[in-house]
T-cell receptor, first 112, second 111 residues
């Protein structure tokens, strides 16, 4: 089955810790994206990558970092510099161009 | 930066009703348009693409009006299971391939 997987589904972090969220896709898509969604809010773009070994900041990149060493994988690290990291994190992928995105099931991060 | 605007609702309708949502976008050069459905605490899922000629999928009809820069979604014979948030997505324009999401319109279908 083709699709996007994210892990873990739930993640708890202590203040001051870095955590890494996994995103893997087997759709052979070039582009991958990370979004953050807060309760009752829309999606906000954190980072995106349109090709391996290249990525760009989105609207709210501060406190986050990414890598794109493989086409299938686009992990997101939430660093201790992110002041309010509790949120629902969604990873998506798409073919290059103006095509639709497909989303993973999301990771719900809570800072204790 | 291009913007996409939606009425957040909620739209509260009885089963069997017809309901319509609009979404306006500011970038006239936008290339592609989509409606997504998002259930509570779940990921968005593609509902349908939107074309200038209009397209229909069962009880759902989507339309694009490029002159007025809006897209619409019509749901006929609403079901309880249609209750969700509907996200409007616009892509392209100015050389950007990054989609812009509206904040969503909440639909509640009651018995």
């Amino acid at each position: 089955d083709g699709g996007i997987t994210q892990s873990p589904k739930y993640l708890f972090r202590k203040e001051g810790q870095n955590v890494t969220l996994s995103c893997e896709q087997n759709l052979n898509h070039d582009a991958m994206y990370w979004y953050r969604q807060d309760p009752g809010q829309g999606l906000r773009l954190i980072y995106y990558s349109q090709i391996v070994n290249d990525f760009q900041k989105g609207d709210i990149a501060e406190g986050y970092s990414v890598s794109r060493e493989k086409k299938e994988s686009f992990p997101l690290t939430v660093t201790s510099a992110q002041k309010n990291p509790t949120a629902f994190y969604l990873c998506a992928s798409s073919d290059r161009g103006y095509n639709e995105q497909f989303f993973g099931p999301g990771t719900r991060l809570t800072v204790l | 930066r291009k913007e996409v605007e939606q009425d957040p609702g909620p739209f509260n309708v009885p089963e069997g009703a017809t309901v319509a949502f609009n979404c306006t976008y500011s970038n006239s050069a936008s290339q592609s348009f989509f409606w997504y459905r998002q259930d509570c605490r779940k990921e968005p899922k593609l509902l349908m693409s939107v074309y200038s000629s209009g397209n229909e999928d069962g009880r759902f009809t989507a339309q694009l009006n490029r002159a007025s820069q809006y897209i619409s979604l019509l749901i006929r014979d609403s079901k309880l299971s249609d209750s969700a948030t509907y996200l409007c997505v616009v892509n392209g324009g100015g050389g950007s391939y990054i989609p812009t999401f509206g904040r969503g319109t909440s639909l509640i279908v009651h018995p």
